[in-house]
């Protein structure tokens, strides 16, 4: 269970976080929405550290993120997080982007790790581009090199910031449907999305997030049919 | 009665001394390429990572080392060292004036390769667990080289051109050698293009191999 009570943060004293309180319990898909500098993407790096926080908790199974004695590296084989821009490691190829953490994080044999590489490539679709280096690769498959990268570590949870955001409209269909097959395999997950239409069919819960703040959440049918707050219904009108 | 002059013609000794000068040029540049390129990746990593500070300190010794001619820093190592009470060899004052002086260049070199690499792909690393040694290792090391190759190639040229300047402290490498050589026959220009041929001989294939190690690192 992922538990992020009261956070603040800011970036060279803009504050883009501002209290923010939310649970994902696990299984649990949750869908982060809401306009641009509000805050969803740096909430995403804060629950794994990636950033530091200035003030509240965020935990995960108990464990306190941002903690004195927490050790970080070990916490994040539990998070898998896949970014807009893929980032995947240009000089190794598919395979070995894939393979490098469970060798070198996991300390797996090569041919075990190899093993489970090849499995999660096939798994997003990608087992004939085993050689590849990702820049042979469209921005579509790179961004599923990304998730399988992520997924061999066999995280508790996945961090989605936008990655479809980059793509072009032709290639979000087959990112999607990345998505939508760990959904139904039961990954616990939270997705920060402008795909409204996913996060209607996908998502157990939507967030709505404001100016740094949580402003709304509820179940999609709730949410986007009869959304309580101005500001959601502002949002929404501008969106669908 | 017949006067001998004090010139001589060139013989195949002078070659075979060429041979030697650019042997031991060759030995000057092997070790300070090693010892300055080591310094400076650590020099360098510690400017890219460390405080400010620590980067601030080191920053006066590369600016220093590099803003200095290098044959004022022959002789004043050379005569520091003895002031102190450990005079050295020519060569191991050479090879510690150049490796310092290498690694000052180095240094800005991996600067500059660490810096080549996004933050992004950096994050991603550490996200799936690295840690910051492992980051480095992994993704850093192998991308930073790519983006510098070219560049440390240059200073290892560079390196071999400016052993020549050791001569000041005594020392004789290639050019020396051939300078005693011009001395005694009067015959500098097929002397100077002996040794310039010399020296072409050890840069060129370094250059040619960088241009084929960097096709094959090519990402």
């Known amino acids: 269970m992922i538990q992020i009570r009261d956070v603040y943060k800011s970036f060279h004293r803009v504050e883009v976080l501002r209290g923010v309180s939310m649970d994902v319990r696990g299984g649990e898909a949750v869908v982060v929405i809401g306009p641009s500098g509000s805050g969803k993407s740096t909430l995403l790096q804060c629950i794994n550290g990636l950033e530091p926080i200035d003030a509240g908790t965020i935990r995960i199974d108990d464990v306190e993120v941002h903690g004195r004695g927490t050790n970080l590296n070990r916490l994040r084989r539990k998070i898998g997080i896949v970014f807009q821009q893929y980032n995947t490691f240009p000089h190794l190829t598919a395979l070995e982007n894939v393979s490098l953490a469970p060798r070198i994080v996991l300390k797996l044999p090569r041919g075990e790790a190899e093993a489970k590489a090849e499995e999660q490539l096939r798994r997003v679709g990608l087992a004939d581009k085993l050689n590849e280096r990702p820049g042979r690769l469209s921005g579509g498959q790179q ?98 | 009665m017949e006067t001998s002059s004090v010139f001589t013609s060139l013989s195949l000794q002078d070659l075979w001394f060429l041979v030697e000068g650019a042997s031991r040029t060759l030995n000057l540049t092997f070790w300070s390429c090693i010892f300055g390129t080591l310094l400076g990746i650590a020099v360098g990593t510690a400017r890219a990572t460390w405080p400010a500070a620590v980067s601030a300190i080191f920053g006066v010794y590369v600016d220093v080392v590099r803003s200095v001619p290098l044959l004022i820093q022959f002789i004043l190592i050379n005569a520091a060292l003895a002031v102190v009470g450990h005079p050295q060899s020519p060569v191991t004052v050479g090879i510690l004036v150049l490796s310092l002086y290498m690694a000052a260049f180095v240094s800005e070199v991996v600067r500059g390769g660490i810096a080549a690499v996004p933050l992004l792909t950096r994050r991603a690393a550490r996200s799936l667990g690295l840690s910051w040694f492992q980051d480095m290792r992994y993704i850093v090391l192998p991308l930073g080289t790519r983006a510098v190759l070219p560049a440390w190639i240059g200073l290892v040229i560079g390196l071999v051109k400016d ?57």
């Open chain 1, 143 to 240: 961004q599923r090199l990304a998730i399988a990268r992520a997924l061999a570590m066999q995280p508790d949870y996945m961090l989605f910031d936008e990655i479809t955001s980059a793509l072009d409209p032709e290639l979000v269909g087959e990112v999607l449907d990345t998505l939508r097959m760990l959904r139904r395999d039961g990954m616990t997950m939270i997705c920060v999305t402008h795909e409204m239409r996913f996060a209607r069919e996908a998502a157990d819960r939507i967030v709505f997030m404001d100016e740094g703040r949580v402003c709304e959440e509820g179940p999609p049918a709730e949410f986007f049919t009869q959304p309580r707050e101005a500001r959601t219904r502002q949002f929404l009108r501008q969106v669908t």
């Open chain 2, 163 to 219: 052993t020549s300047l050791i001569a000041v402290i005594g020392y004789i490498e290639l050019l020396r050698a051939g300078q005693i050589i011009i001395t005694r026959t009067q015959e500098p220009m097929l002397v100077l293009s002996g040794v310039g041929l010399f020296y072409f001989l050890i840069c060129f294939p370094v250059s040619r191999y960088s241009m084929r190690l960097e096709a094959k690192l090519a990402l």
